[in-house]
């Protein structure tokens, strides 16, 4: 079945090219009067004190066609932002571990459709809930069939997130075991308790923004026998040279560490940041633990338009970017929320399928932001990497700066 969809696919993606190709002669280049708009947009969100800085960075064909620095990475002190700026990137991690569970899947160690529970046997059985007494105890069915590695990778397993992101008794009970407590736990400790917290609905039957990308990066280290900071470090950090890219940022580059804010509506920032990722974590979060540079992220993100190869080395065979790239919701799950109107959900990458209602980004573009407002898009239609790296709290606003910067490159 994968097979048929991959071909399906492929003959989509070639009709999408020649369509492209036809285009070629009218909307094939990124003026560069739509880069002064998304400029002079970020530049006015700044100056309305809703941003304390932004680094931005455009990529067409493989040639920079921008990047920029503006603001503030530290309001307080005035220290400019920098293009060289680290940022805590959150959920621009959950590709990356995609990624490496998917270099993986090219080495044979798993498929697809297999069941989570033979690669992870700790978590065998895992039932659905039905409803939590008043003693806390689970009142629970059987799971119709088990969550598969591609729901896993797709968020439509069964899991959910930890709080905020999700409430009530699974996800209390997923920070009562430590999951994604950075310093208290680590994946082998808290990653097999999920056997013993249900599945909040039947696998396969909804899409859910979840834990599963943390469960990945559990399942890179059992089937690599590598911890996950060394298997990223060994292969795709230090082969795509990215130097800046880790679970936390080290005392001598410290002074790089973007602070992030919260715009109040007295017009004032509000510092919002902790201590969190100065120090190395016990829980290496694949959904959310990494910290990087604009020009970092740009590496990894152009590996994926190059089809998996960036400067001669291959990180990804084009099967596997061609699979992370398409949509593996299953027929009876039609979108991922309103947040995102017009796209399904790939591996570990959101998917555009409707241009008409996200600003006109092709149909194909992948991508995917941080809460702290970090974002990007890899556009395979017209060869365009964004990166914009902001660090702010109003997860609403982020996503409004989103969909101004992509409507100033496409419509």
Do not use: C
């Not at 097979?3 to 020649?18: E, G, P």
Request: charged fraction near 20%.
């Amino acid at each position: 079945m994968l097979k048929i969809q991959l071909v399906r696919r492929s003959i989509q993606a070639l009709f999408l090219t020649m369509l492209a190709a036809f285009s070629m002669a009218t909307n094939a280049d990124v003026d560069q009067s739509r880069l002064e708009v998304v400029k002079a947009d970020l530049q006015s969100r700044i100056d309305e004190n809703k941003l304390s800085g932004v680094v931005v960075m455009v990529a067409q064909d493989g040639e920079v066609l921008m990047h920029e620095a503006l603001g503030y990475q530290n309001v307080e002190d005035q220290v400019p932002m920098s293009t060289d700026t680290i940022f805590r990137i959150f959920s621009m991690t959950k590709p990356v571990t995609g990624t490496a569970l998917m270099m993986l899947y090219d080495e044979g160690k798993f498929e697809l459709d297999d069941p989570v529970e033979k690669h992870l046997p700790e978590l065998a059985g895992m039932e659905v809930l039905v409803s939590q007494a008043d003693d806390g105890s689970w009142e629970t069915e059987a799971a119709k069939s088990p969550m598969t590695v591609r729901q896993l990778m797709s968020h439509t397993g069964g899991l959910l997130y930890t709080p905020p992101l999700s409430q009530g008794p699974i996800a209390n009970a997923y920070s009562e075991a430590g999951i994604m407590d950075l310093y208290g736990t680590t994946l082998e400790d808290s990653i097999p308790a999920l056997k013993d917290i249900p599945l909040a609905y039947q696998p396969g039957t909804q899409w859910v923004y979840s834990i599963s990308v943390d469960v990945q990066g559990y399942m890179v280290e059992k089937l690599s026998g590598q911890k996950f900071d060394e298997f990223l470090q060994e292969r795709i950090f230090g082969p795509l040279e990215m130097d800046d890219t880790a679970f936390y940022v080290k005392a001598d580059k410290a002074d790089r560490l973007a602070r992030q804010y919260f715009p109040t509506q007295d017009g004032s920032l509000n510092r919002t940041d902790t201590g969190a990722f100065l120090n190395p974590p016990k829980f290496l979060s694949g959904g959310g633990g990494l910290t990087s540079t604009s020009s970092d992220y740009m590496k990894f993100a152009q590996m994926h338009l190059n089809k998996g190869e960036l400067n001669g080395v291959r990180i990804l065979s084009e099967d596997a970017v061609e699979i992370m790239r398409t949509n593996h919701l299953p027929d009876s799950i039609d979108g991922i929320g309103q947040l995102y109107p017009g796209n399904v959900f790939g591996v570990d990458f959101a998917i555009v399928d409707n241009p008409d209602v996200f600003q006109g980004a092709p149909r194909g573009t992948h991508w995917w932001w941080g809460i702290a407002g970090s974002w990007f898009w890899i556009d395979p239609v017209e060869d365009i990497v964004f990166i914009g790296m902001i660090q702010n709290s109003d997860i609403l606003y982020s996503v409004q700066v989103h969909g101004a910067a992509r409507s100033a490159i496409y419509q």
